[in-house]
């Protein structure tokens, strides 16, 4: 007998396939990063320019700060590192920050487009110390006026969203920005540095004395922000200090 009722089983998948056809064709999946409609949807669902456009920052680098060097150099420390030494004992950052992932870290920072957290959490994933373990991870912190106005600290939720950085040892409260700070957009490297000058604080130096610290925030820009957190921990006594970015600017 011909039977074309399958029992409820394959109705429901039958309901569940015209339903996500109905979707796909109302809503057209779109790159989380240029808003492109993509044909196949995979993890992070970027389309493939946004994909193949990213510039992994990857060795060769300064040891220290971790400034991008071409292809075959050495990992020799950047003019700046030997003039001026910094507080932390390395930073990386793995994306050139440019085009569709610094307007993507805009958007997410400054218009709460919280649809790229997964996306920018997908980059973070990449994190180059997988193998190294942290006593403590600890994403800048936000003075609590600059919080409010936002609602959400990008560095924390950043890190939140990071399976690879979802560690028990995060302690997102480590640190402290003891005073309110101008944005360091417009202002030179040097204005950078004395805008951020004492502008943290541990709050438990017994917590942090001797402990290997990841500090972990979007953006490298001079590195005059993250140095400051770092020269607060090693005043309580830290230890080692990485410093973890997503993305760097990398001048030409
Ligand atoms: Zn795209
Ligand atoms: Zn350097």
């Known amino acids: 007998m011909f ?3 399958k029992g409820p089983d394959r109705a429901s998948s039958l309901i569940a396939s015209w339903g996500q056809g109905i979707s796909a064709w109302a809503f057209p999946p779109r790159c989380p ?3 492109s409609p ?5 993890q992070p669902g970027l389309c493939p320019p946004c994909r193949e456009g990213l510039r992994w920052l990857t060795s060769p680098c300064c040891a220290l700060c971790g400034h991008p060097y071409p292809p075959g150099g050495s990992a020799h420390r950047c003019e700046s590192c030997l003039r001026e030494p910094p507080y932390f004992d390395q ?5 050139a920050y440019e085009g569709p992932v610094a307007r993507a870290i805009q958007r997410f920072k400054y218009q709460k487009d919280f649809l790229l957290t997964a996306s920018l959490a997908w980059v973070a994933e990449h994190y180059p110390w997988e193998n190294e373990t942290f006593d403590v991870l600890v994403p800048v912190p936000l003075h609590r006026n600059r919080l409010r106005e936002r609602g959400f600290n990008q560095a924390l939720l950043l890190s939140r969203g990071c399976k690879g950085l979802n560690a028990k040892n995060f302690q997102p409260g480590a640190l402290k ?32 004395t001797g402990k290997e610290i990841m500090l972990i925030d979007d953006v490298y820009t001079t590195g005059a922000t993250v140095n400051e957190c770092a020269r607060a921990l090693k005043k309580a006594g830290a230890g080692r200090v990485s410093v973890f970015t997503l993305a760097r600017v990398v001048l030409p």
């Open 91 to 95: 930073a990386r950052s793995l994306v």
């Open 38 to 42: 993509v044909s196949e949807v995979h």
């Open 3 to 5: 039977r074309f009722w």
């Open 177 to 208: 920005r003891v005073r309110p700070t101008a944005p360091q957009i417009h202002l030179t490297p040097s204005e950078r540095r004395k805008n951020v000058s004492g502008a943290f604080q541990v709050r438990r130096p017994k917590e942090i």
């Open 33 to 35: 990063f240029c808003g």
